[in-house]
């Protein structure tokens, strides 16, 4: 598959297969990461790996899920994660403007772990002061965010947007996620 054959099937997961992640293919998202475009340079990110047993069970009830359809876009029992990258910001190198640095480093990661075959999900909405305090983060740095990863139990759809951006799932249980079509974004030479 190549990159973009890659993007455009690439979606959020929320229920995984409890086979683990090599701790190899957590170094490799890392090091996508590290390699992000980074404003000026300056190069403010850090990243946790969390693959332990009782850190990810101290861990899982710091995050929220799918608010559109929470608590059905909860991962099920047995469904959770196998590991998660906690992307850091050191406040001293950078205390403002470091959230393009963010996406870019997230996306690497995301579109790396799909690659090979780990489904992810990008997560913002969590308790990041308790996940500060669990992982020991130091006081000069933000959590900002958490990629929730696994092999992928669950084949979201992307359909085009009609009335709402809000995901849903079928009777089946399959996750339909809108999106805009092409023609209502893209503008060529003008608006």
């Avoid at 297969?17 to 404003?39: C, D, H, M, W, Y």
């Avoid at 047995?78 to 480093?105: F, T």
């Avoid at 308790?127 to 740095?141: A, N, S």
């Avoid at 084949?155 to 805009?180: I, N």
Wanted: charged share 30%; net charge negative; hydrophobic share 40%.
């Amino acid at each position: 598959m190549n990159l973009y054959e890659l993007i455009l099937s690439r979606r959020s997961i929320r229920q995984f297969k409890s086979e683990p992640v090599s701790r190899e293919i957590l170094v490799k998202l890392v090091n996508a990461a590290r390699l992000a475009p980074s404003g000026a340079n300056l190069q403010p990110l850090e990243f946790v790996v969390i693959d332990d047993e009782a850190v990810k069970k101290r861990f899982f009830p710091c995050l929220r899920w799918a608010a559109y359809i929470a608590p059905e876009g909860n991962p099920k029992p047995g469904q959770e994660p196998v590991a998660y990258i906690a992307v850091l910001v050191n406040l001293q190198v950078r205390e403002k403007g470091y959230e393009r640095d963010v996406g870019a480093a997230v996306e690497n990661m995301i579109l790396s772990a799909w690659e090979e075959g780990v489904g992810s999900c990008w997560i913002a909405s969590a308790d990041l002061e308790k996940i500060q305090e669990l992982l020991k983060v130091p006081k000069d740095y933000r959590v900002d965010s958490v990629l929730a990863l696994g092999y992928p139990n669950e084949k979201p759809v992307t359909e085009e947007m009609r009335e709402s951006v809000k995901y849903w799932k079928d009777a089946q249980e399959r996750l339909h996620v809108p999106k805009r079509a092409l023609d209502d974004v893209v503008h060529y030479n003008e608006f």
